[in-house]
């Protein structure tokens, strides 16, 4: 447990760096950008992330759990690979269609941005595999230098271009930057894994995606419906009602959701190393899931009891009086937001235990309940109301997620 609390140290250290940077920040770019210009990047975001968690085909997750470096590095290629052209067909798909897309959502304005998508797809894709070898390697350092670069860069570049012209391109391209920017730390690292590179050949990389093509479908389907029914939110908002609210619901995943993820990501990361270790030479994972998880709800309980209590006050007074509406989303999200923070580290154990299966089930039997509970909101017409049942659908999934 020493050494797995030392690698969190590594990764919290750069994410909490990163987050106080955030959280300076977005202050300064909620009064310069309108929640209408926040509505438009989150679904532009909202589009970019469904695609970009399915660009690897999943084999990303394949990194940690081979025997051999030989067989991880080939894989590694095999992600890039299969990124690249999944960014290419992006490309082409919203070229042709980004106006029908556009028309879908309420949101005629995200069509002049989507060209930009398979730009972020491919670099955010390229981390998301980068981090996953990294973390076979334990260089947990250049993680967390690409994560303070993203988060720094994003801001400061989303401030700058909209002191000069206020628009949702200064939001978007701000992500695109920042997704780029945060390769080149562990881009830079790689270089000491050239001699394993040389080992890499078209034929093995065929061989290895037959091998791992049962793990790649059941994860990407898995994956696919986590993302959506993440994102979903944010697609029903623009629907039923307009930008505005979608940039309410924005501020929300921005100030409350994402730093709380991106800790939780860092403790999912050594947590996935050490299950895995732990699984090949006990042959079970129960002891350091009771601890992960202990830890987890003493740590989070009461800041997340104190913010629901001030959250319309904290967000009037931080991010300014426009942003009230989005006080009153988080305090309404913040029960479902803390089922998450204490069970989404412990659901990397689907891959450690190989039930992809169990995880594709579980994700669309969550996706298909979003689908119902925005539906019934949505009619009625009430973005109030359908946070709420988006909220306490949230409290009863994440339990049960746990208790699987």
């Given amino acids: 447990m020493a050494s797995f609390l030392s690698n969190l140290l590594k990764l919290t250290s750069g994410t909490v760096i990163a987050q106080v940077v955030a959280i300076v920040l977005i202050p300064v770019v909620t009064r310069i950008y309108s929640p209408e210009f926040f509505g438009v990047n989150q679904l532009f975001l909202s589009m970019a992330l469904v695609i970009t968690v399915v660009s690897s085909l999943s084999y990303h997750f394949a990194i940690m759990v081979t025997e051999k470096d030989d067989d991880s590095v080939n894989v590694l290629a095999l992600c890039v690979a299969c990124i690249l052209g999944v960014a290419v067909l992006t490309g082409v798909v919203f070229a042709w269609f980004g106006d029908w897309f556009a028309d879908i959502l309420n949101t005629p304005a995200i069509a002049d941005y989507l060209i930009l998508l398979p730009f972020f797809v491919t670099f955010s894709s390229l981390y998301i595999v980068l981090s996953e070898w990294f973390s076979r390697k334990v260089r947990y350092g250049a993680i967390a230098r690409g994560i303070v670069m993203n988060s720094v860069s994003t801001r400061v570049f989303q401030i700058g271009a909209g002191l000069i012209h206020a628009s949702p391109l200064g939001l978007i391209l701000g992500s695109v930057i920042g997704a780029a920017l945060a390769n080149l730390p562990m881009l830079r690292r790689l270089k000491e894994d ?3 590179l040389k080992s890499v050949t078209p034929g093995r990389m065929k061989d290895l995606a037959f091998r791992y093509s049962r793990f ?17 939110p944010a697609f029903m908002l623009a ?3 307009n930008p505005v609210i979608v940039g309410f619901y924005a501020l929300t995943i921005m100030a409350v959701r994402l730093p709380m993820m991106v800790v939780g990501t860092s403790v999912t990361q050594v947590f996935f190393q050490k299950a895995s270790e732990e699984r090949i030479q006990t042959g079970a994972v129960k002891n350091v899931v009771r601890e992960v998880h202990t830890r987890l709800i003493s740590v989070g309980i009461f800041p997340f009891i104190i913010f629901a209590i001030l959250a319309e006050d904290l967000f009037t007074f931080v991010f300014g009086a426009d942003w009230l509406t989005a006080g009153t989303y988080a305090m309404i999200l913040t029960p479902w937001l803390f089922a998450v923070f ?61 208790s699987t």
């Avoid at 994860?219 to 994102?231: D, I, Q, T, V």
């Fill in 194 to 196: 050239a001699p394993l």
């Fill in 216 to 232: 790649s479908f059941f994860a990407s389907l898995g994956s696919l419906a986590n993302s959506a029914s993440w994102e979903l």
């Fill in 239 to 241: 629907y039923f009602f």
């Fill in 342 to 402: 204490a069970v989404s580290p412990i659901s990397s154990l689907f891959g450690v235990l190989d039930r992809q299966r169990a995880f594709f089930l579980f994700e669309i039997t969550t996706l298909c309940a979003w689908l119902l509970l925005f539906s019934v909101g949505g009619i009625l017409g009430d973005p109030v109301a359908v946070l709420t049942f988006f909220s306490a659908g949230g409290v009863l999934l994440w339990g049960g997620r746990a």
